[in-house]
């Protein structure tokens, strides 16, 4: 069973530039997550979807962070305009159904570098 | 205060060691408790999930959650160099209407030496 792949594994920008990063879920997994890892820190929730609606995005920068799941498979997040303090990994995970007894499977992450 | 507290390390220990990874955290919610690896440059993968309090075994991993004491932790028998890793708690709360956001510690990296 393929896992959960991003694109692309790193990236650098310039503060307030924009960047997109892509993840493509377990397939027939319902649920995705975007997180944000932070060095030294552990990972927190962005954003988590169910199927194609959001479920939780409570801790998602809207005024500079965006994300979609429009067919409800692959989805994108944006940064625009990126900060230094967006320097992280962005982890995309996928579960089969939204629930705690279902396990995340998280992809290998994307790391933003902003200089 | 954080919602989930873990001390970062560096812990190195010898091969064949006992080693005790702990967390704390301050939210009575909390009902899911898992324990996560997380290899250099990958994403983290579940080691073990537990429901409320007790111990759960499973080869030479033992997690323990007391609830009570608002303490998690985790055993790991025989240390092998592969088991060189950060090992990361997290916990989640049952939410009513979907949602379960898991809570990270900030991750213990642990180095078992030859």
């Known amino acids: 069973e393929a896992g959960v792949a991003q694109s692309p594994r790193y990236k650098i920008i310039e503060k307030r530039q924009s960047v997109a990063f892509w993840c493509n879920p377990i397939?027939?997994?319902?649920?995705l997550y975007w997180y944000q890892q932070i060095l030294g820190q552990g990972p927190k929730l962005l954003i988590q979807?169910?199927?194609?609606?959001?479920?939780?995005d409570s801790q998602l920068p809207k005024d500079r962070f965006s994300a979609e799941r429009l067919k409800g498979v692959d989805s994108t997040l944006k940064i625009q305009p990126a900060k230094l303090e967006d320097s992280a990994v962005y982890l995309c995970?996928?579960?089969?159904?939204?629930?705690?007894?279902?396990?995340?499977?998280f992809g290998p992450g994307t790391r933003l570098t902003v200089t | 205060q954080k919602e989930v507290e873990q001390d970062p390390g560096p812990l190195s220990v010898p091969e064949g060691a006992i080693v005790s990874l702990n967390c704390t955290y301050s939210?009575?919610?909390?009902?899911?408790f898992m324990w996560y690896r997380q290899y250099s440059r990958k994403g983290p993968e579940l080691l073990m999930y537990?429901?409320?309090?007790g111990n759960k075994e499973d080869g030479r991993f033992t997690a323990q959650v007391d609830k009570s004491s608002k303490y998690i932790s985790l055993f790991i028998r025989d240390s092998q160099p592969s088991d060189s890793a950060t090992y990361l708690c997290?916990?989640?709360?049952?939410?009513?209407?979907?949602?379960?956001?898991?809570?990270f510690g900030t991750g213990t990296q642990l180095k078992v030496e030859l």
């Open positions: 995970a996928s579960s089969f159904r939204t629930g705690a007894r279902y396990e995340q499977y």
């Open positions: 397939s027939g997994h319902a649920t």
């Open positions: 979807f169910q199927n194609n609606g959001v479920v939780d």
């Open positions: 939210n009575s919610a909390f009902q899911y």
């Open positions: 537990t429901y409320s309090s």
């Open positions: 997290a916990m989640s709360a049952r939410v009513t209407g979907g949602g379960n956001k898991l809570t």
